[in-house]
């Protein structure tokens, strides 16, 4: 590595550490999935049983755990807490923007690999999703790795002219398995379901051609396998068969079959791609038309390979029945370096901006600013909104909770407004300038937004019952949430292991909360309205309620009455 590259390199750490690692703690983690995961991982700790999945202290079959390891090993240095949940995805994105600076600069030149990274940290999701606690950065980069590596290895064999590659194609096939094994460990088999689903594309573009023979797949796929090995192998020689079929049960359950909650019509991701990686989007949008030919062939090819990859991504879970925001992720890498290709072909004057690319972004960026410019205005004037819920009380009664707002919530939209004027103005005199307002601007946009609103939405969402499950944690006592899925109580309520009474399953352990012959006080959050099983119970008394959350008491000494 040159000096230029090892201090951009550097540049790029350091600018990713300061935007993402930043605040992290500064808010409570949110349901589900952040605090599902956080969960795991501190039951991890509890336990010591670092091979199987347990939360609420029963196995857990839906994710492996590499994900969980990462968060372990950042509680174990910094605490059990919020920041420790999101910092492995923090490393992550500066791991990320690192790597794509340098794989720039290998397929084009120094100033793509600039791009690359800067469109990648400057698009609104990709940004978003290194400052939380799902498993999703991490299995996408191993992802994005596999495949880069597998098209190396491809370069490699074929003599693909005009780059270096001094390893043996055997090193890049091995890394490549290696990689996509790293991610069946982090999720599951929907690493090795794109990857080889990618590669199926490819072989169909080829006409068949069997550019990759059988040997060689077979070798990256024990590759993959015995990385995969070190939790499957494991945990069979450990504990048997039961949880690995029950999580292969698991994988399958949720392709075929929609989560409760997360159905949504057939276009909802090509939506969410559209709007959440704004601005990469609308150049993006731009790659899959005509555009000025590359110098050399592995460029077109490696441009090839990441339209296949979005398209398996986006398609696969379109056709997927669940629909949740971060499934279509993996679609991040490739398009940020299609909407890198264009807008390295805008700087050198071969293309040009069009009207419905500005009509794009001046659209899709007038929605952000709309949402942050009002969203502050209808806070402070509560009752303006509060008609649009009169069917939803408990949405309304969570517009009830004591928020803050000043006004200055307003600055990442004036921000924004200001960088896109910037931008077509600068854009239009043909200056560089103007890419690293807009991607700069929307990086800030973002990390402004988060400071300004995160908290104070989560004021209204969530915070009620955070409080109660914390305000409680001191009391020998048994916690449980009725009528709504969370793991909030598990998390807040910092419950030790051997805590609750065994049971077989969580339904009997909450049943028996509700009716049994209970040994400690039981506190019970539901919604405000989900409250007609709980006061029908003659022994559950209401202690207080909170914008939209009930709050109940079974107590210790009323169980053991007589009736």
Known sequence: MDKQALRHSILFAVLGALFFVSF?????????????????????????????????????WEKPPFFFWSQVTAMKLFGVNEFSARLPNAICGIATLVLLYNFGRKLYEHRFGVIWAGVYMGTVLPFLYFKSGIIDPILNLFIFLGLYYFILFYWKKDGFKGITLKKNQWVYLFWSGFFIGMGILTKGQVAYMIAALTFFVYWVYQRFRFYVNIPEFLFFTIAATLVTFTWYGIETAKNGTWFVE?????????????????????????????????PASIFAIRSFFSLPEDEYDYQKDFRRWM???????????????????????????????????????????????????????????????????????????????????????????????????????????????????????????????AYKMLFGGTALFVFLTLIFFIKRIEGYSQRAAVDFFV???????????????????????????????????????????????????????????????????????????????VFYKRSKKTADSPN
């Open 307 to 433: 339209k296949y990859l979005f398209w398996v991504v986006l398609i696969l879970f379109t056709i997927v029945k669940s629909k949740i925001v971060h499934y279509s992720s993996m679609c991040y890498f490739p398009l940020s370096f299609l909407a890198s290709v264009v807008i390295y072909r805008l700087i050198d004057g071969k293309l040009t901006l069009n009207r419905w690319m500005k009509g794009g972004l001046t659209g899709i960026g007038g929605l952000f600013i709309l949402a942050t410019v009002a969203m502050p205005f209808l806070a402070m004037n509560i009752e303006l909104i509060e008609p649009l819920f009169s069917k939803d009380p408990f949405a309304k009664a969570n517009l009830e909770a004591a928020v803050k707002w000043n006004g200055t919530e307003i600055l990442p939209g004036v921000l924004l407004l200001t960088m896109l004027i910037l931008f077509l103005r600068w854009e239009s005199q043909k200056s560089e300038q």
């Open 246 to 278: 029950e999580f292969n049960r698991y994988q399958y359950r949720l392709f075929s079959t929609p989560d409760a909650g997360h159905k949504g019509f057939p276009g909802y991701h090509f939506v969410v791609l559209l709007v959440g990686c704004f």
């Open 24 to 60: 992290l703690g500064g808010v409570h983690l949110f349901d589900w999935d952040e605090v599902n995961f956080a969960e795991i991982s501190r039951e991890m700790i509890l336990t010591g049983e670092y091979t199987r999945v347990y939360v609420d202290f029963f196995p857990f």
């Open 471 to 549: 305000e409680v944690s001191d009391e020998d006592a048994y916690v449980m949430t009725h009528g709504y899925k969370s793991y909030v109580d598990l998390f807040y309520f910092n419950k030790a292991k051997g805590h609750d009474p065994d049971f077989d399953t969580r339904e009997e352990k909450r049943n028996w909360f509700l009716n049994g012959p209970i040994d400690k006080d039981v506190y019970i959050v539901t919604k405000i309205n989900k409250t007609k099983e709980l006061e029908a119970l003659p022994d559950v008394q209401e202690v207080g309620r909170k914008n939209g959350f």
